[in-house]
T-cell receptor, first 116, second 112 residues
Framework: NAGVMQNPRHLVRRRGQEARLRCSPM?????VYWYRQLPEEGLKFMVY????????ESGMPKERFSAEFPKEGPSILRIQQVVRGDSAAYFC??????????????FGPGTRLTVT | EDQVTQSPEALRLQEGESSSLNCSYT??????LFWYRQDPGKGPEFLFT???AGEEKEKERLKATLTKKESFLHITAPKPEDSATYLC?????????????FGAGTRLAVHP
């Protein structure tokens, strides 16, 4: 299966702990996006990364949230000192570089974060 | 501000009863409009991309159309397996980046 992979699928953290969410893009894709879906709300853009570069982080909360996409390995969304309001589904998407369909984003299954 | 509004919020259909979902958008310049399907507990599944007014795309019982202000997703003779939330999203030319701006979705339930 060459789709977008995310892990873990479910993550439970206590308030104040750190959450690390991982995303491996589709084969041949070098653009990665993170979105958050709060309960009963729509998908909201968080951050757009290419290998070793953050391109657009206009949707990221100013504090506690960070993202990276290293030269080797998956993209990581990190949430420090989680609070109950961080409970949501976090989706990763990827798109290819240039060419036909380069703007289309393909989504992973998501990580459902629950903060207790 | 770029914005996407979908209607109705929820739609209940009988099997075989055709209908349309609406997506209206306000964007400084449209790079592309996207339709996704999302099943409960899963990630959005890509359906269509539309780039310019007048464009149409079809896939099985679904047909997407685009005007300068809105897009429609037409569902012909739906089946229960078409039940899902349908999401519309736009990419704007402004800013030069690829982020998707989503609407809240239309929850479709098709009953036998």
């Amino acid at each position: 299966n060459a789709g977008v992979m995310q892990n873990p699928r479910h993550l439970v953290r206590r308030r104040g702990q750190e959450a690390r969410l991982r995303c491996s893009p589709m084969k041949g894709h070098s653009h990665v996006y993170w979105y958050r879906q709060l309960p009963e709300e729509g998908l909201k853009f968080m951050v757009y990364l290419q290998k070793e570069n953050i391109i657009d982080e206009s949707g990221m909360p100013k504090e506690r949230f960070s993202a990276e996409f290293p030269k080797e390995g998956p993209s990581i969304l990190r949430i420090q000192q989680v609070v109950r309001g961080d409970s949501a589904a976090y989706f990763c998407a990827s798109s290819p570089t240039g060419g036909p369909g380069s703007y289309e984003q393909y989504f992973g299954p998501g990580t459902r974060l629950t903060v207790t | 501000e770029d914005q996407v509004t979908q209607s109705p919020e929820a739609l209940r259909l009988q099997e075989g009863e055709s209908s349309s979902l609406n997506c209206s958008y306000t964007v400084s310049g449209l790079r592309g409009l996207f339709w996704y399907r999302q099943d409960p507990g899963k990630g959005p599944e890509f359906l269509f991309t539309l780039y310019s007014a007048g464009e149409e795309k079809e896939k099985e019982r679904l047909k997407a159309t685009l005007t300068k202000k809105e897009s429609f997703l037409h569902i012909t003779a739906p089946k229960p397996e078409d039940s899902a939330t349908y999401l519309c999203a736009v990419q704007a030319l402004s800013g030069g980046y690829n982020k998707l701006i989503f609407g809240a979705g239309t929850r479709l339930a098709v009953h036998p």
